[in-house]
């Protein structure tokens, strides 16, 4: 490695701050104009930059605890439950206790900072001490040194590495383009019958919808079942284990980060997941839900319900109910179990009312869904394509490994 590297220790690199929450008994705390983020924030989060979390504090919130305004690219690192999470901060935030935050001294770059961190996700979990849960407490992670090269090299290393998570993340921004595209054709089909309203409405407890139509439960258009209970492994032995947590925000599944899981052959084809297929998620997060879209080995777990319908035109449009408002008020009202633990079981996931539409209206659906269906899932497999390519280069740029500009020209082949 070249000699202009050097080895510091983060407290070298950077102003280690920790974050705080106001007390959640004064509702007054919050509510405010000052972005606050936890931990669960980043959980799922597939961005090098944030602005906000769920939540938001006031200034009375910020000086009645130990939370502290960060600036515009502080390198935001959670410590508890769990370590390793990282994200840059767009613009002002606070944080609570999950977080040691870093504020850069001159010379270091937030983006270089941030993929040596998401690189180092082992090495700072087992730097982490506690029996409940493993914590990385301030002075250890001050204590934790890595090799540095001067600026225009970080910046350099980061923009290669940026390159690819910039078109990542147009093709996430796509993607979200696409879902809400899909939704509101959807809508336009089956909530408002735009394309049907010319054949004569009748009224129904359900609402005005097309004559010839009918209205049943959503139970008589798929059957149910609950998933396989097994240890998730990210060794690549068997199929693929698909849980609620593999499941993005966006309601995507990127099946290359979805472990493994060893499973009896003579089990293996009662859960293993077909084209059409559609995952709820039962438990952790009720209500959740995704297609499946292109042929994978992959069974489901058990906190998921699988509904399989007797067709593709079927499986897209129980989807698409899935994702309407009309559902999402259902479920909210019917989710059983704790505050902090909802739930719902498979029959409720499929008690409740909707409209059927007829057979050839669903096929049709199916038709003008299915390349909008197709570009989503392209733009995922490329993104994962590039994440993979990123994921190699990362270690070898920063050690040294590989030339910046070899993996410039990598990247340029790539992209």
């Not at 040691?100 to 937030?110: A, I």
């Not at 250890?140 to 090269?149: A, E, Q, S, Y």
């Not at 472990?259 to 559609?278: A, F, M, N, R, S």
């Not at 040294?400 to 082949?413: L, P, Q, S, T, Y």
Request: proline residues 6%; contains cysteine.
């Amino acid at each position: 490695m070249s000699g202009e590297w050097r080895e510091l220790p983060i407290g070298d690199v950077a102003t280690v701050i920790g974050g705080g929450t106001p007390s959640t008994k004064d509702g007054s705390n919050f509510n405010g104009s000052i972005p606050w983020l936890t931990p669960k924030d980043l959980s799922g989060y597939p961005y090098r930059y944030i602005s906000h979390g769920e939540r938001n504090i006031n200034e009375k919130g910020l000086m009645s605890s130990s939370a502290r305004l960060l600036p515009e690219g502080a390198v935001l690192l959670t410590t508890r439950a769990p370590v390793g999470y990282v994200a840059i901060a767009s613009n002002s935030v606070t944080t609570n206790q999950g977080f040691k935050s870093l504020v850069l001294q001159e010379g270091f770059h937030p983006e270089f900072i941030y993929y040596l961190l998401k690189s180092k996700t082992d090495l700072l979990k087992a730097h982490a001490s506690g029996t409940t849960f493993g914590e990385l407490s301030g002075t250890t992670l001050k204590g934790l040194r890595f090799m540095f090269p001067p600026l225009p090299k970080q910046c350099a290393i980061a923009a290669v590495l940026s390159s690819l998570d910039d078109k990542i993340e147009l093709n996430r921004q796509m993607n979200q383009t696409l879902e809400v595209m899909a939704q509101a054709i959807f809508k336009s089909w089956f909530v408002d019958f735009e394309p049907f309203r010319d054949k004569g409405m009748e009224e129904l407890p359900l609402g005005e919808i097309p004559k010839g139509w009918n209205t049943d439960k959503l139970s008589k258009l798929c059957s149910t079942q609950y998933g396989y209970t097994a240890s998730a492994n990210d060794e690549p032995v068997g199929p693929h284990l698909l849980r609620v947590t593999d499941i993005n925000k966006q309601n995507w599944i990127e099946w290359t980060s979805v472990p493994y899981c060893q499973i009896e052959e003579q089990d293996k084809p009662k859960y293993t997941l077909d084209v059409g297929d559609i995952v709820v998620a039962r438990m952790a997060d009720p209500g959740k839900s995704a297609i499946i879209e292109q042929p994978i080995d992959a069974v489901f777990a058990s906190y998921l319900v699988r509904l399989k319908t007797e067709s593709l035109a079927y499986a897209y449009y129980v989807y698409g109910f899935l994702k309407s408002r009309a559902y999402a008020e259902y479920s909210e009202g019917a989710m059983g179990g704790s505050s902090v633990q909802k739930s719902m079981n498979a029959k409720v996931i499929v008690d409740t009312d909707l409209v059927i539409p007829p057979r050839k209206a669903l096929e049709a659906f199916l038709d003008y869904i299915l390349p909008l269906r197709g570009r989503l899932v392209a733009n995922v497999e490329q993104a994962a394509n590039l994440a993979a390519i990123r994921d190699t280069l990362l270690p070898k740029l920063l050690s040294g490994e590989i030339r910046i500009k070899d993996a410039e020209k990598f990247v340029e082949r790539a992209v």
